[in-house]
T-cell receptor, first 116, second 112 residues
């Protein structure tokens, strides 16, 4: 039972390069989320998806692109990486079928991204 | 005013004591409240959630919610060194997922 996985776990890239972070979940959860976590800012929502082919912006979407062609995958792409996008990125999923227990978010292990 | 506020800490308590973690929120439409624990270098994991006013107990953990005061807390009884972590409060408004807001977290250190 793999749960929710992210790859790569660590990534170093250069300013201007395109980077894609992968997220895969095995629970068939409807909702998936991308967060970034920075010191002093806590977790901030970048994008979320309610189902395959349905995505929407969160609090800090600029510079990021997402897609969700399959329920289990939710890749996050930095189209042209900037130093300010150096962060730890967490993917999460939840059932959200009704009732607060199903709103619990389960987090992947995170990707530590450094943009030089 | 930030939407979800927590004392950043660090909060230090001796082993066996009660640790009290506090969270306030600004959106009166918030309906569900979650406490996550995050060890250094790890991802957040759920401790418990609460959605009704009052107390909810789960083992050594008790969540307290007061919607009138827009306040939610987490009490950890008989604190153990393994409880040393950052505790994140999350507030969720059912009607819109972009209203899942996490607080900045409180760092807890349990001293043996």
């Amino acid at each position: 039972d793999a749960g929710i996985t992210q790859s790569p776990r660590y990534k170093i890239t250069e300013t201007g390069r395109q980077v894609t972070l992968m997220c895969h979940q095995t629970w068939s959860h409807s909702y998936m989320f991308w967060y970034r976590q920075d010191l002093g800012h806590g977790l901030r929502l970048i994008y979320y998806s309610a189902a395959a082919d349905i995505t929407d912006k969160g609090e800090v979407p600029d510079g990021y692109v997402v897609s969700r062609s399959k329920t289990e995958n939710f890749p996050l792409t930095l189209e042209s990486a900037t130093r300010s996008q150096t962060s730890v990125y967490f993917c999460a999923s939840s059932e959200s079928t009704g009732g607060p227990s199903t709103d619990t978010q389960y987090f992947g292990p995170g990707t530590r991204l450094t943009v030089l | 005013q930030k939407e979800v506020e927590q004392n950043s800490g660090p909060l230090s308590v001796p082993e066996g004591a009660i640790a009290s973690l506090n969270c306030t929120y600004s959106d009166r439409g918030s309906q569900s409240f979650f406490w996550y624990r995050q060890y250094s270098g790890k991802s957040p994991e759920l401790i418990m959630f609460i959605y009704s006013n009052g107390d909810k107990e789960d083992g050594r953990f008790t969540a307290q919610l007061n919607k009138a005061s827009q306040y939610v807390s987490l009490l950890i009884r008989d604190s153990q060194p393994s409880d040393s972590a950052t505790y994140l409060c999350a507030v969720h408004r059912r009607t819109s997922y972009d209203k899942v807001i996490f607080g900045p977290g409180t760092s807890l250190s349990v001293i043996p």
